[in-house]
């Protein structure tokens, strides 16, 4: 999500029952850039925590995405549909439908900056998904054309509210390419300092740590001129 807040002209922070908000407002237009953590839990919890203080114009699932189609790194995901590869996770089985209005939108914002998009479906994983074989046999399982940990549960809650949901994410990992490690050991109770210890004694982990971190720049890069020209055009059409 920070990759968002570098686009606003201006944002200070504040906490909201304990979740920190980044927020801009102008004359026509409120944003906030909720930080929601990592996983599908920490994200329900955080928008249950925000959903009902405002009076929402569109929840936005944003941030970084695997792709699960052939691709390069910073290409936009703005999918059609997301679903959840376990759907007790969510507690929703169906397949969630983005708003075509404002994917519309969005997709209009990409042809101004000549991305590459990436549409279809999302799906949402209750885990790092790290092996390039792994995310070949979700992308084969769902159809599906990117993988995050989000937005499933963002647009569940967006349903159950009645608010417009929609995603605009940038890939950061290529279906060809497994992650350095299993990244979930910085994930699991118990388990960061075990993650911390296997990459401080495994050198040949860090050149691949390091590839991991251009590619998050370059991904990051791509979500933020769009978002620069999304709330531009944005204030345009107020």
Partial sequence: MNAITHALPGNHVVRVDGVKWRQWASETHFVAVIQTGIGPANAQDACEAVVGKRPWTAFIASGFAGALVPSQIGDLVIPEQVVCQDSKITGCSAAISCSSLHRQQAWNTTQSVKNTVLSG??????EIVWLARDKQA????????????????IGATAVRQ????FVVRSVSDRVEEDLPLDLNLFCRTGAFWQGVWTVATTPGLWPKFNRLRRQKNVASASLSQFYENYFSRAENRA
């Fill in 162 to 165: 009645g608010i417009p949901f």
């Fill in 121 to 126: 479906r999302l799906v949402t994983a209750g």
């Fill in 138 to 153: 979700i992308g084969a399982a769902f159809a599906a054309s990117s993988l995050d940990m989000e937005s499933a549960a």
